[in-house]
T-cell receptor, first 114, second 113 residues
């Protein structure tokens, strides 16, 4: 089954404790991206990747890192999480980096930073 | 003006009603447009792409008006299962070689018996 898989689905942790949210897709998609969704603010893009070893900042990259060592994986790293990073996170992928490519989303990861 | 704007609603309609949402965008060079559906606390799912000539998928019709810079979604014969938040997505021109999708904040639809 074609899918985007995120782990963990839920995480409660404390300020400053490094964490990684994994994202994997099995559709051989080139383009992958991370979003956060907050009440009243909608979905905002954190980072995206057009292909292996190619990453770029989205609209809200501060406090996050990503890597794209393999095509299928695009982990989101919070080196020193803070409470303002408490949010619902979605990973998404699409066939290409160009236009007219709808995105497929993972189930989401709900992060709470205390 | 926000890049992509939607009326948050909620739109509260009875079963069988016809309902329409609009989404306005500020960048006249925007290239591609989509409607996504998101159920509470779930991931967004593609509902339909929006083409220049307008397109229909069953009870759903999408239109694009480039002159006035908005897209619309019309839902006919509303079902209870249509209750969800509808997100509009506009892809703005390349930045460093990649198109950036921008999501609206969504319009909430509640269909009641």
């Amino acid at each position: 089954e074609a899918q985007v898989t995120q782990n963990p689905r839920y995480l409660i942790t404390v300020t400053g404790k490094k964490l990684t949210v994994t994202c994997s897709q099995n559709m051989n998609h080139e383009y992958m991206s991370w979003y956060r969704q907050d009440p009243g603010l909608g979905l905002r893009q954190i980072y995206y990747s057009m292909n292996v070893e190619v990453t770029d900042k989205g609209d809200v990259p501060e406090g996050y890192k990503v890597s794209r060592k393999e095509k299928r994986n695009f982990p989101l790293i919070l080196e020193s999480p803070s409470p303002n990073q408490t949010s619902l996170y979605f990973c998404a992928s699409s066939l290409g980096a160009g236009n007219y490519q709808p995105q497929h989303f993972g189930d989401g990861t709900r992060l709470s930073i205390l | 003006r926000k890049e992509v704007e939607q009326d948050p609603g909620p739109f509260n309609v009875p079963e069988g009603a016809t309902v329409a949402f609009n989404c306005t965008y500020s960048n006249s060079a925007s290239q591609s447009f989509f409607w996504y559906r998101q159920d509470c606390r779930k991931e967004p799912k593609l509902l339909m792409s929006v083409y220049s000539s307008g397109n229909e998928d069953g009870r759903f019709t999408a239109q694009l008006n480039r002159a006035s810079q908005y897209i619309s979604l019309l839902i006919r014969d509303s079902k209870l299962s249509d209750s969800a938040t509808y997100l509009c997505v506009v892809t703005r021109p390349p930045s460093g070689g990649s198109y950036i999708p921008t999501f609206g904040r969504g319009t909430s639809l509640i269909v009641h018996p």
